[in-house]
């Protein structure tokens, strides 16, 4: 078995987005992420 750990994405400061969504950072991470996922046959 092999466990992962990793880091929420970026998220914008709560004064900016009070439900604190992701930011442009944020979203190019998880993307990145996924795609190493997917290549690697973690998913």
Partial sequence: MR???VQHGD???KDV????RL???GRADITRLGA???T???V
């Fill in 17 to 20: 987005d009070p439900e604190r």
């Fill in 36 to 38: 190493w996922l997917v």
């Fill in 11 to 13: 998220a914008l400061t």
């Fill in 23 to 25: 930011s442009d950072q």
């Fill in 3 to 5: 466990l992962y750990v």
């Fill in 40 to 42: 690697n046959d973690v």
